[in-house]
């Protein structure tokens, strides 16, 4: 099993940025593939980002080109790169590891003037 603890979440104004951190514990090595997935008020969760075991990222339609999803093994984190933020990106952010389907908490992004 793995433990997964997401942070950086906050408000930003339109067109700013953050950086989101999952950092995991237990059994790492399920990280190496990694999602993140949001979810906003009254819209089912979606899939952000995913980088595989091979470092190979994909992005949703939505996303692509503003953010960026990447992984420090030695500090077993994944993160998330998050420019040009828009109303429409406000959500909870959740980390997910596919193999153990295990999430974290989540953590919110305030879109907002």
């Known amino acids: 099993q793995v433990h997964l603890v997401e942070s950086g979440g906050g408000l930003v104004q339109p067109g700013g940025a953050l950086r989101l951190s999952c950092t995991a514990s237990?059994?790492?090595?399920?990280?190496?593939?990694t999602d993140w997935y949001r979810q906003a008020p009254g819209k089912q969760r979606e899939r952000v980002a995913r980088i595989t075991n091979a470092g190979v990222t994909t992005y949703a339609d939505s996303v692509a080109g503003r953010f960026t999803i990447s992984r420090n093994n030695a500090e077993n984190t994944v993160y998330l790169q998050m420019n040009s933020l828009k109303a429409e990106d406000a959500a909870v952010y959740y980390c997910?590891?596919?193999?153990?389907?295990?999430w974290g908490p989540g953590t919110q992004v305030t879109v907002s003037s």
């Open positions: 237990g059994s790492i090595f399920s990280i190496y593939m």
């Open positions: 997910h590891s596919p193999i153990t389907d295990s």
